[in-house]
């Protein structure tokens, strides 16, 4: 991490203690929510009449929504804050312009390959202290703001033509550096781009940009084994077209309060569900012996109550279902996740620092991921005729198939980002 981003860093790692705190606040008052209507359906049972005991079980299920959509809310802004962090955590150098053109490295970013050599002291860069908090945050909601205006591919684009104007570097070790080219790919139109576009286009974006969840309604056992399983046994829930080590779960605790949450809110709905099928007869009509010609439909008014009870109760638990057991994936290595809020602030900050006349350099596992896998393809496809005659030396016609038929496998794979 850059010495100038040491302050901010302290400062929002303090605000994200707070709001850890303040979720576990709010996870012990629903608890003590379902607790007390609990104990007081208990030693109240004789004193509370039945439909005392239905606005009981209905408010106690309307208040742990509330609370928990607090608590949903601060797991977002827990991961906006971690997501700028981390950021600041990958950013582990910065080069001043003039050194870079000193040194007559700025054509065609030949500072990518000799950046190491700098050998830049804090004092140098010129900043002290900088805080980007703010500034990203504001850029963040008025992207927001407008981004229901615009196709997920707009949004995608609007990202990677900021991402090409933008001057950085990722972090590569010693031995890859020579392989650092650039315009040596193609964007989806066909347009010649660098390494570092094609990377968010094709890797990183649609992960976070298109939406890309299995369906609720086909996957429903899926959503909930997903919901009550260990990190390690978790399956992703989202289809996308690369390895899915790219995928980064984050922060495993919202699984936990979800977990906890879900089941007091469901056992507060069973319990509503159960008392009203002992205690009322669920025959909204009755049919009397002395009707006329329409079988004599009695309407029991005094059923109305009950009936709106138990459908108030089911949407409440639907909108649980759709909104936190669906959307828990999201906040984990969706669009709500840390990483995906670190992508967001990647772009703002490099804007940032360029307009401070520095150079920032980062280093992302992903990207370095994707540098490999697109390097190995690369020189596969130059050695393709060599490499299968190699395969073909002193072997027999079934074995050279086989073996032809696993490298262009693996070729494919590399181009897929499968590997």
């Known amino acids: 991490m850059n010495k100038f981003s040491d302050q901010e860093y302290h400062i929002l790692k303090t605000d994200a203690a707070e709001i850890r705190a303040s979720i576990s606040r709010y996870i012990g008052y629903i608890i003590t929510v379902t607790g007390l209507s609990g104990i007081i359906k208990f030693y109240f049972d ?4 039945g439909t005392a005991t239905l606005i009981l079980f209905f408010l106690s299920l309307v208040v742990l929504t509330l609370l928990f959509e607090v608590v949903w809310y601060k797991f ?16 582990i150098d910065a080069i001043p312009y003039r050194i870079i053109k000193k040194k007559g490295h700025w054509k065609n970013k030949a500072y990518l390959k000799r950046w190491r050599n700098y050998k830049l002291s804090p004092k140098k860069k010129r900043l002290e202290d900088f805080y980007g908090w703010e500034f990203a945050m504001s850029r963040y909601n008025s992207n927001v703001l407008f981004a229901k205006e615009e196709t997920e591919q707009d949004r995608m684009d609007s990202y990677t033509d900021a991402i090409n104007k933008c001057n950085y570097v990722f972090s590569l070790p010693k031995k890859w550096m020579p392989y650092t080219e650039q315009m040596d790919c193609n964007k989806k139109d066909g347009t010649p781009c660098d390494r570092d576009v094609e990377f968010f286009e094709k890797i990183t974006l649609p992960i976070y940009f298109y939406d890309n969840a299995f369906p609720l309604r086909t996957h429903f056992y899926k ?10 046994e ?4 989202k289809n996308i077209d690369v390895e899915n080590r790219y995928l980064s779960y984050g922060w495993e605790y919202p ?3 979800t977990q906890i949450a879900c089941i007091a809110a469901f056992m507060v709905y069973m319990f509503l569900i159960v008392f ?8 909204l009509f009755s049919v009397s012996a002395d009707a006329g010609l329409f ?7 005094e059923m109305t109550f009950p009936y709106l009870a138990i459908i108030s109760a089911t949407c409440i638990i639907g909108f649980w279902i759709n909104r936190y057991v669906k959307e828990l994936i999201e906040l984990l290595y969706g669009k709500f996740s840390i990483d995906y809020y670190c992508w967001q602030f990647f772009v703002y900050r490099i804007q940032m620092l360029n307009s401070k006349k520095l150079v920032p350099v ?3 596992r992903s990207y370095l991921r994707y540098f490999k896998c697109k390097t190995y393809s690369k020189f596969l496809e130059e050695n393709q005729n060599y490499i299968e005659d190699k395969l073909s030396e002193n072997k027999t016609e079934g074995a050279v198939e086989r073996y032809k038929s696993i490298f262009k496998t693996y070729r494919e794979k590399l181009n897929a980002h499968k590997r």
């Open 46 to 49: 004789n004193t509370l009449s």
């Open 234 to 237: 978790s399956e992703p829930l």
């Open 295 to 301: 079988g004599g439909l009695d309407f029991k008014l």
């Open 362 to 364: 980062f280093y992302s």
């Open 276 to 283: 009203v099928i002992k205690n009322y007869d669920l025959n």
């Open 76 to 91: 977002k802004s827990h991961n906006r804050l971690i997501g700028y962090i981390q950021v600041l955590m990958q950013e």
């Open 255 to 257: 699984r936990k309060i």
């Open 223 to 232: 959503y909930f084994k997903f919901l009550f399983s260990d990190k390690a």
